[in-house]
């Protein structure tokens, strides 16, 4: 039996993704028309990642209360703690491991530059990348530390 395409619920992000670029392209081939709406994307995008930065200072809050209030309902505290110190531990081994020496090595074979240059200005994206599994919350400390820290172009970033 042959295997027949269906037409799956979802968006489509790849038609989604080329509209954007067509639009792009044809924002920048108008010049100076174009300018307003490409100004207004951009003032869009600051505007969004406002947002996003207060969302990424108060969820915290949130999710503390929600953690906290299954912690009360446990019985046992004691396992708890030592499943959840060992969990901790392991993550953070894994971490170190991989960030402080996998990646520089990988980074030094493929640029011969010190890997460790790059991480002179610590910034709060540091503490703020483990503790989110969204990479999008993280995105304004990541473009603000790139931009400041790192020196690098705003189109770029």
Sequence with gaps: QVPVGTEVEGMNILGLVLFALVLGVALKKL???G???????NSFNEATMVLVTWIMWYVPIGIMFLVGSKIVEMEDIVLLVTSLGKYIFASI?????????????????ATRQNPYRQSEHPDALCFISPCSVSSSATLPSMIKCIEENNRVDKRIS
């Design 93 to 109: 081994l894994g971490h170190i491991i991989h960030g402080g020496i996998i990646l520089p090595l990988i980074y030094f074979a």
């Design 35 to 41: 300018e307003d709406l490409i100004r207004f994307f």
């Design 31 to 33: 010049g100076q028309e």
